[in-house]
């Protein structure tokens, strides 16, 4: 058998060097977080994440784990289960560890972090949070410490990453798929060479990975030594609120992310350059608001590197519009329109919510009477198909193999998915059609939020689909995102309802029996054809169009997607 071909050496990959500094950060101060790499396919994410396990430093116990997380990965893997064949041979339950453990005091590595299922990602949000992996199932109690640093790679184009496992991730960094030509040119050479000889390849960088082990290792002694002055504390504190992040993990890791910097730097106190440094692998995946809509504060005492003139980032200050901001209504910035209060009936679970077709009515869609149910109504749990050993075992009698096998039962209070499509073009913004119809996705936010389902929010206007809320438990209340949405311009929508089935694709992947259910609130008024688009869901058309004279359009979209269909109340109706 052929010993494994070595991986291909950190310090000979060429460029990238914004992600390899952030690596090496994460590496001398692992309680940053990990890091989660985020680029389109060929840019070195997975090597240079695999290449790290050779450079990091010892530890009293050796040289840290690095543990791959494959995609296809079980419940059972990850946490730990029940060991069999301590059962068979000894006649006890016993635990077998899983990947958490043997991650324990080193690294988790996840390839194609955002395609992990929801169940993983729960279990490991839990343990991530607690450094400790807990373990109550199959006649087993156990824990163990499970305390890593997560690193991550994801294709955003393939999908998300739930915003509770983003927020995990101490630093991100964003890749471009635009490389220099010769730096393109210097990669194909490098890769050329190792794949010729692996051994002799690796053998010429030894002495560079010894190098940056040993630099990594002495910055691991010097970094929890930095000291920080007051100003500095102020500068994170006043750019994290400007940035709109939302509690304080941000300014605990840019503190940490800043103090790694320096040791690596050699200096004994956080200087500007250390916040500058990694000030946007943390804010990357946490920000709120852009940073062209805040001015970046300056530290006491501490002069800024950019002068006051020319500077676009003042609050306040109007953009002018782009040719995405023009459409079929012109040249116009997005017209912001209040979220009004919603006085019709509940979104969920209404017999109203439920009509056929392109018809309004109070009963259920011909669809929704095969499923047995009204529309945003869960189906109920029943059996899964994973084995359960432990009764297997227990009801057998110890005999192997077992003449029956018993099954787990299902998870209970599956989570639904709510995905909202709301129209903001300009055609909605007379009447105040647009505020109403916020104050619709507000209501239905509510009532996700008290049943624990969880609701994404699409806009599409001005020619353009734009993220309002990625998939997440409900919040309570969606009025600070939606009364800063401004509607105007073109609709796109055939493109929302293709982003919206890629989505769902996703989400199901990930999670397969996951119940999703879409509202496209709409007033029609598009040429768009929508025929062919499937994936939807449980689809329910929201028609807000108004007024005396009446297109019918939003109705007619519904027939095409099979869809059931309610308009909105009039207003003071």
Not at 5 to 11: H, I, S, V
Not at 229 to 257: K, L, N, P
Request: neutral net charge; hydrophobic residues 35%; charged residues 25%.
């Amino acid at each position: 058998m052929k010993p494994p071909l070595p991986e291909f050496p950190f310090t000979a990959i060429v460029g990238q060097a914004s992600l390899k500094q952030a690596l090496i950060i994460n590496a001398i101060n692992p309680h940053i977080g990990g890091v989660l790499i985020s680029g389109p396919r060929g840019t070195a994410k997975s090597t240079l994440a695999r290449g790290l396990a050779d450079v990091l430093p010892l530890t009293a116990n050796g040289k840290p784990p690095f543990v791959n997380l494959p995609l296809g990965t079980t419940e059972d893997r990850l946490v730990g289960s029940l060991d069999l064949e301590r059962v068979l041979s000894q006649k006890e339950a016993g635990f077998r560890p899983g990947l958490l453990a043997m991650a324990d005091g080193g690294v988790l590595y996840v390839d194609e972090v955002n395609l992990l299922p929801d169940n993983l990602v729960d279990l490991l949000l839990d343990t991530a949070a607690r450094g400790i992996n807990v373990v109550e199932r199959d006649g087993v109690s156990h824990s163990h410490d499970a305390r890593f640093a997560l690193i991550g790679t994801m294709n955003p184009e393939e999908g998300d990453l739930r915003p509770q496992l983003l927020d995990r991730f101490g630093l991100c960094v964003e890749l471009t798929p635009t490389i220099p030509r010769q730096e393109r040119i210097a990669v194909v050479r490098q890769r050329e060479a190792f794949d010729r000889d692996p051994v002799s390849f690796c053998s010429d960088f030894a002495e560079q990975q010894q190098l940056l082990a040993a630099r990594i290792g002495d910055a691991c002694q010097r970094v929890f030594h930095v000291t920080a002055q007051d100003w500095v504390y102020e500068h994170i504190a006043e750019s994290c609120e400007a940035a709109e992040v939302e509690g304080m993990r941000a300014d605990v890791v840019w503190h940490r992310a800043a103090q790694a910097h320096a040791a690596w730097c050699e200096r004994e106190t956080i200087e500007r350059e250390d916040l500058d440094a990694v000030e946007e692998w943390v804010l990357a995946h946490r920000r709120n608001s852009t940073p062209d809509q805040f001015q970046r504060p300056d530290p006491p005492n501490q002069s800024s590197s950019k002068g006051s003139e020319g500077d676009s980032r003042r609050p306040g200050k109007q953009q002018t519009p782009g040719p995405a901001d023009q459409g079929q209504w012109g040249a116009m910035p997005p017209v912001m329109d209040r979220t009004l209060d919603y006085d019709g009936d509940s979104p969920l679970l209404s017999s109203s919510s439920s009509s056929q077709p392109g018809r309004q009515s109070t009963g259920s869609t011909s669809r929704n009477r095969r499923l047995g149910k009204q529309f945003g109504q869960r189906t109920s749990a029943g059996q899964s198909n994973k084995p359960d050993w432990f009764s297997t075992l227990l009801t057998s009698g110890g005999q192997w193999p077992p003449e029956r096998l018993r099954y787990q039962k299902q998870r209970t209070g599956q989570q639904a998915a709510h995905l909202v499509l709301l129209d903001t073009s300009g055609s909605t913004l007379g009447r105040r059609l647009l505020g109403r119809a916020k104050g619709f996705v507000q209501a239905l936010a509510r009532k996700a939020y008290h049943r624990r389902d969880q609701l994404a929010v699409l806009g599409f206007g001005n020619d353009r689909v734009a993220t309002v809320l990625p998939r997440r438990s409900a919040p309570g209340s969606l009025t600070r995102q939606l009364d800063t949405l401004g509607g105007g311009g073109g609709t796109p929508l055939r493109e929302a309802l293709n982003r919206a089935a890629c989505l769902i694709r996703q989400w199901q992947r990930r999670e397969p029996g996951l119940q999703v259910f879409t509202y496209l609130i709409t007033d029609g008024r598009t040429r768009q054809s929508v025929a062919g688009i499937r994936d939807l869901g449980e689809c329910m058309v929201i028609d807000t169009e108004q007024g005396a004279v009446k297109r019918g359009r939003a109705a007619a979209i519904a027939q095409q997607l099979n869809a059931g269909y309610r308009q909105l109340p009039v207003m003071g109706a």
